[in-house]
């Protein structure tokens, strides 16, 4: 399972290896969330969908994001659901004006770039933007959460007839349901939330995984009759990376930090962005080195480094400073730069060069137990010849 993956650059290139190598006896793969970007368009599946998974050997499924939804979902629904090709619809309004207008999809550049997929073991048809697939002990299924992470009555209706069913499920969504500490369960249009169906015990979910958000983190919430549902962001698979160390000490729906996962680990995202800000601002005092990320951090959030540091390391004042500006360290007052630095840090900071802090998930069903794997991508050989595994949970599919 990949999520966010379609800016045909060189941090999507880079999850291929590892993508081929330990996905390579896997039945299907999944993309959740933003297939293209930055608008959807169809000229754009040969480079950024086509050509870096042309040697995976077995059908891909997707669920769109809300970039792909920027072309009108004109794209998304003539490739992966082989729908005919709609006129664009200009958008109307203050959108219209400054997003970008949707294109033609060209025909014959399309049915080139089909090509690189054209073997009969790579072929599926999804019956639109939402889903289900069964197997005999499990059932995935995937929702469109759109632009405005809602979902309407008439996938609500399907939603809540699929969940019916008396097998185990993941959800697969378009938008994580928590995310940096935060829940964020989905309204469903006539009320309640995506969440309230996952959570029922009738339903027999047991994770419900997202992307759009572009990093790993992994949270075991514990409901009132003792369930453990896994809810995770998966959205490592090629777009630029969100950061990790702005995310505080976890503490939503009960979940303890020392259970909260994410990668990259939130010292090595402040290490790197505080060396590619420094570079980029030409300030060398913002710098931090790993070991001095990853202490900083933990005197912040209060926990036991996941790594021993490199020799002793004093938090000076040039140190917090450093991780106030990277929105990593409170400020005086309270005041909220870091909120400003979560939402637009990433945004302002793709780069083409390794590391690349992506990531993808592995999923082995057997009748008693689902079994998950992240496994990092960085770009670099050794770990595309050996991709080292971040994460690994294993869920009871028993009654």
């Not at 979902?73 to 203050?94: N, Y």
């Not at 998966?234 to 777009?239: E, H, I, L, R, T």
């Not at 592995?362 to 992240?374: I, K, S």
Request: hydrophobic share 35%; with cysteine.
């Amino acid at each position: 399972m990949l999520g966010d993956t379609g800016e045909g650059d060189a941090s999507q290139y880079a999850v291929v290896p590892g993508l081929l190598k330990i996905g390579e006896q896997t039945a299907f793969a999944i993309i959740a969330s933003d297939v293209i970007y930055p608008t959807g368009s169809g000229n754009e599946y040969g480079d950024k969908f086509f050509r870096p998974y042309k040697d995976y050997d077995a059908p891909i499924y997707a669920i769109p994001g809300n970039h792909d939804w920027y072309d009108g979902l004109g794209g998304f629904m003539r490739v992966f659901c082989d729908a005919p090709p709609l006129k664009p619809k200009p958008d109307r309004g203050l959108r219209g004006l400054l997003w970008r207008k949707p294109e033609t999809i060209d025909e014959a550049r399309l049915a080139t770039a089909r090509e690189l997929r054209g073997k009969p073991s790579q072929q599926a048809t999804q019956p639109g933007p939402y889903w289900v697939i069964e197997s005999d002990s499990l059932l995935v299924v995937g929702v469109d959460t759109g632009i405005r992470n809602v979902i309407d009555r008439a996938q609500t209706a399907w939603l809540r007839r699929v969940s019916l069913d008396p097998r185990p499920k993941i959800l697969v969504t378009g938008k994580p349901i928590y995310t940096g500490n935060t829940y964020k369960p989905s309204p469903l249009e006539g009320g309640g939330t995506i969440d309230d169906i996952v959570r029922d015990p009738a339903h027999r979910y047991v994770a419900a995984i997202g992307g759009d958000v572009h990093n790993y983190q992994r949270y075991p919430v514990e409901l009132d009759d003792g369930r453990v549902i896994q809810y995770i962001v998966s959205g490592g698979g090629g777009a630029f990376m969100h950061a990790t160390h702005t995310i505080q000490r976890v503490d939503v729906a009960g979940v303890h930090e020392d259970a909260f996962k994410c990668y990259p680990l939130r010292g090595d995202s402040l290490s790197f962005y505080s060396q590619l800000y420094s570079r980029r601002l030409r300030m060398k005092w913002l710098y931090l080195t790993p070991s001095e990320a990853l202490c900083i951090m933990s005197e912040h959030i209060r926990n036991e480094p996941v790594r021993t540091p490199t020799g002793p390391v004093t938090i000076t004042r040039r140190m917090r400073w450093a991780a106030r500006l990277l929105g990593a360290w409170p400020w005086p007052l309270r005041l909220p730069v870091d909120r400003v630095f979560h939402r637009y840090l990433s945004e302002l900071s793709d780069w083409d060069t390794p590391p690349f802090f992506k990531q993808f998930l592995h999923a082995t069903v057997t009748p008693g137990e689902l079994v998950l794997r992240c496994f990092a991508a960085t770009g670099c050989l050794g770990q595309e010849l050996e991709p080292p595994m971040e994460d690994e949970v294993r869920i009871s599919l028993a009654p």
